[in-house]
């Protein structure tokens, strides 16, 4: 059973420039959730996405975006990127039900120069 | 608001010496209290969690107690081992299963 997976592992932007990012849950879980991990920091959260709406949102602009599809995958899109927005983009799933038991995948690592 | 404080690392241990690692939280209402592991070059694992007051959260050897009058989650164990090296998180959820707040992260590393 394959667990969180994250795609790209790693991706170098430049200021200004757009990035989409991709997860897809561990099987039969149907709730997906984004955090943005600075170094040496603990996850932030972004967004949580279940039946394809975004039902809760952290702190984050709007310059932030997410989409999930019916097969429960998700993007988190990230427009007119800043040096700041370079971190670890950790993707967690989970069962709506036994939302307790997030998985968390290994994370997209994003510089931005 | 929501808040997770953690004991700043990182933690140098021998092994089988006894860990603590201190957490204390901020919530409103009645939040449910986690900890999570990193292990090198892997994702976030949940470790254990506790729902509600004086539950106990226990797993691999590890254990954490909630306690409400002290807004504390302190994870503990007994002997520690190599394997145990990692970065371990300390969480909060309020229940509904939206949004989890994280604390900093305490570097562990267990020397033979």
């Known amino acids: 059973d394959a667990g969180v997976t994250q795609s790209p592992t790693h991706l170098i932007k430049t200021r200004g420039q757009q990035v989409t990012l991709r997860c897809s849950p561990k099987?039969?879980?149907?709730?997906v959730s984004w955090y943005q991990q600075a170094l040496g920091q603990g996850p932030q959260f972004i967004f949580q996405?279940?039946?394809?709406?975004?039902?809760q949102r952290g702190n984050f602009p709007d310059r932030f975006s997410g989409h999930q599809f019916p097969n429960y995958s998700s993007e988190l899109n990230v427009n007119a990127l800043l040096l700041g927005d370079s971190a670890l983009y950790l993707c967690a799933s989970s069962f709506r039900d036994r939302w307790y038991e997030q998985y968390f995948g290994p994370g997209t690592r994003l510089t931005v120069t | 608001g929501n808040s997770v404080t953690q004991m700043e690392g990182p933690v140098t241990l021998s092994e089988e010496a006894f860990l603590t690692i201190n957490c204390t939280y901020t919530a409103t209402g009645y939040p449910s209290l986690f900890w999570y592991v990193q292990y090198p070059g892997e994702g976030l694992q949940l470790l254990l969690k506790?729902?509600?007051?004086?539950d106990k959260g226990s797993n691999k050897g590890f254990e954490a107690t909630y306690r409400k009058e002290t807004t504390s989650f302190h994870l503990e164990k007994g002997s520690v081992q190599v394997s145990d090296s990692a970065v371990y998180f300390c969480a909060l959820s309020r229940n509904t299963g939206n949004q989890f707040y994280f604390g900093t992260g305490t570097s562990l590393t267990v020397i033979p």
């Open positions: 099987s039969g879980h149907d709730t």
């Open positions: 506790a729902t509600k007051a004086d």
């Open positions: 996405y279940y039946e394809e709406e975004e039902r």
